[in-house]
């Protein structure tokens, strides 16, 4: 143990700290300010550097309850989870979201809307009906980063937290590397609002800045992990040869405003796979394509959106991505293949962003709440983010009263290597497709880690992605079924009696430790 006196270039204090910049942690900030906490939000990028900012389709939320209804959004999001859903928290999400977008309304959000003068809605894989409300065409998390950054929320850009810091009484603190030099908040109250992970692969939808640091910084802290092996890859990114680091995303709704799936011969790829086919759910989409990659040899499919009409005008995003591409996707086929999108595991969370280590919260992306299962549908992302970004802002409350400061910080090394031979281990043994004998080829690549006190961005980045990396290719193994995101070629049946989540926590020895599985709640 060593005393933070003089090791700290700074120090501050906060009854809330947010670590991310995003709609979770931007909505969490702004909830718990106008309860009267003094919140302090550091992000490591900029103030557009999120995943909120790059996501696409829009927002999933029941509108005309003649043709909708709650009952109807959480039997489709149960339906897309396969069986690991938590029925009880997909409900009270589902039911929390208009609420939640007529806040962010109120902040000054602006939606798409029809000729009718009424909210727009679009149709993507999954939903039984057309409920996913949009921004600027397809530019719905550019609006809703736009719309909380007005807000005037401050927050320390450049900034990394390095360690949740806790005693007997739950966190006291959080130490963070800025521009200033590394510092200490004392605080009882930290939220984990950091994203995904979608730099554990070569090619992702997301920013470079998904390293998966609220994973690490929540098992350092003592937290549980939750369902980390289902990762899911959004099947039509742009594909451009050579491409890797962040692919442009080709939104589900281009599918559900008409577009078809054909491959390399001009052949349908999901006829016969799926009732709903192309706008089947995402996991079924992404196995499809990577099937018919298999079999034709080949590294892409088409998306063909030529009979849509005004396709400039209501996918400008998706048009510009294309044209820089050299692809006129009015008039040429756009290529696609599955991409590293969306984390549906995380760290396990009530429906309030509670963690079990007292005064530690996640929201968003980070967090497993039991909204999503093995596979998130459509849209549902922002709406979680808007609803338990609000509640986890409200639960922060309840530490108002407890003393935090920082007096002893220990630190431990954590195994460490270079992001790219991380992304290099996942691509080829743990992306769509697994199977036992690459996910163990992975695990013992994985081991011959080094281990590391990381001090600066680059290594707290490696460190998070390499101790990520190993507790999602353990949990992998460990499931012997194929269920959602998590295909394995060598287990393709889904296994009734694996209907249970995986748990993970690091032990005192540094090593991750599996607890036992639990069951999921009632799946209609």
């Not at 950091?194 to 098992?219: E, K, M, R, V, W």
């Not at 199977?435 to 690549?445: C, F, I, M, P």
Request: hydrophobic share 40%; aromatic share 4%; glycine share 12%.
């Amino acid at each position: 143990m060593t005393s933070p006196a003089g090791r700290f270039a700074w120090e501050a204090h906060a009854d809330l700290v947010v670590v991310g910049g995003g709609v979770a942690g931007l909505t969490a900030a702004r909830t718990a300010s106008l309860r009267g906490l003094k919140v302090l939000t550091v992000s490591k990028g900029g103030p557009t550097d999120t995943s909120t900012q790059y996501a696409q389709g829009g927002i999933a939320v029941v509108g005309d309850l003649s043709t909708d209804s709650v009952d109807s959004h959480v039997a489709d999001t149960c339906e897309a989870g396969v069986g690991l859903c938590d029925e009880a928290a997909v409900y009270s999400v589902v039911e929390a979201g208009h609420e939640a977008v007529a806040a962010l309304a109120a902040l000054g959000a602006v939606f798409d809307r029809g000729r009718d003068g009424e909210v727009s809605r679009t149709r993507e894989g999954g939903h039984s009906t057309r409920r996913i409300i949009h921004a600027g065409g397809d530019a719905t998390g550019a609006e809703v980063q736009r719309a909380l950054n007005a807000a005037g929320l401050p927050v320390l850009f450049g900034a990394a937290a390095v360690q949740v810091v806790t005693n007997r009484r739950g966190v006291c603190g959080l130490i963070v590397s800025s521009p200033e030099g590394l510092g200490v908040i004392h605080t009882p109250a930290v939220l984990l609002a950091t994203g995904g992970l979608g730099q554990l692969y070569a090619c992702s939808t997301n920013p470079p800045g998904a390293t998966a640091d609220g994973i690490a910084l929540a098992l350092e802290a003592g937290a549980a992990i939750s369902d980390l092996e289902f990762v899911q890859f959004h099947p039509t990114v742009l594909f451009t040869p050579g491409g890797l680091g962040r692919r442009p995303l080709i939104s589900e709704a281009v599918r559900g405003e008409g577009a078809i799936l054909v491959d390399t011969n001009g052949d349908s790829v999901t006829a016969g796979v799926h009732l709903l086919g192309d706008l089947a759910p995402r996991d079924v989409v992404s196995r499809a394509i990577a099937a018919r990659l298999r079999d034709l040899g080949a590294d892409h499919v088409y998306l063909d959106a030529r009979k849509l009409e005004g396709f400039a005008a209501r996918f400008p995003t998706i048009t510009a991505s294309c044209l820089e591409a050299g692809i006129d996707p009015r008039t040429q086929l756009i290529p696609v293949a599955p991409a590293a999108h969306y984390s549906c595991g995380g760290v396990a969370t009530d429906v309030h962003g509670r963690t079990g280590v007292p005064g530690l919260y996640a929201a968003g992306e980070v967090a497993r709440t039991g909204l999503h299962g093995a596979n998130r549908l459509a849209s549902n992302s922002l709406l979680e983010g808007l609803v338990v970004g609000e509640r986890a802002g409200i639960a922060a409350a309840e530490r108002r009263e407890v003393h935090a400061e920082v007096v002893n910080v220990a630190r431990r090394p954590l195994p460490i290597l270079p992001r790219e031979k991380v992304q290099s281990i996942m691509t080829a043994h743990a992306s769509v497709v697994r199977d036992g004998v690459g996910l163990e080829v992975a695990r013992t690549s994985l081991a011959a880690a080094d281990k590391t006190v990381a001090v600066t961005v680059p290594e707290l980045e490696d460190v998070a992605l390499t101790l990520t990396a190993t507790a999602l290719v353990d949990v992998a193994i460990a499931r012997t079924e194929s269920r959602g995101c998590h295909t394995r070629t060598d287990h393709p049946e889904t296994d009734s009696n694996q209907r249970r989540s995986t748990r993970i926590k690091l032990g005192r020895d540094g090593a991750l430790d599996m607890l036992d599985t639990f069951l999921t709640g009632v799946h209609r």
